[in-house]
């Protein structure tokens, strides 16, 4: 891990994980302030919200994040920058991975042999790999082609 990301992005995941319940570290206002200041959430009002929530969560068994954030839908009111911390810690997560899985696959394309592609083939072709899941139907494909194309020599329909 260490030498994947960088100190401060360790401290921000850090946080994320003194989100869930599951952590001995959950809701620790020390470990939860590199996240507060990465979204920038008010600090000081972040430990007066958590002052009051610890209690209120203490008897709750609770077991993920996603089940802390649907505890506090009807308290969002009062406890905005903790609801702030919550959607945080639910998204980066999942849009670190997503761009994770990008470069992981551009590596796979863009090997040593292809080094004099062009950013623009080698940002089509890495599009065609990550999204090739979708079902294309060629028929529609050579039709809109045709339309858009009257000139061309070679007959399409």
């Given amino acids: 891990m260490r030498d994947r990301f960088s100190p401060s992005n360790l401290a921000v995941l850090s946080s994320v994980s003194s989100m869930s319940p599951q952590s001995k570290s959950f809701l620790n206002y020390d470990q939860l302030l590199p996240l507060a200041s990465h979204i920038n959430c008010d600090q000081n009002h972040l ?6 929530l610890q209690p209120m969560l203490q008897n709750k068994k609770l077991s993920s994040v996603n089940e802390l954030y649907h505890e506090m839908i009807p308290l969002q009111e009062a406890f905005s ?6 959607k945080a810690a639910l998204t980066i997560p999942v849009s670190s991975c997503t761009c994770e899985r990008a470069f992981s696959k551009m590596k796979l394309i863009k090997t040593h042999i292809r080094t004099t592609m062009t950013d623009e083939r080698l940002s089509d072709l890495c599009i065609l790999s990550i999204e090739r899941d979708f079902n294309i139907d060629f028929e529609q494909v050579i039709d809109q082609f045709a339309v858009n194309h009257n000139n061309s020599r070679i007959l399409l329909r």
């Fill in 47 to 52: 430990f007066n919200e958590l002052q009051v």
């Fill in 81 to 86: 920058n903790m609801m702030l911390m919550i």
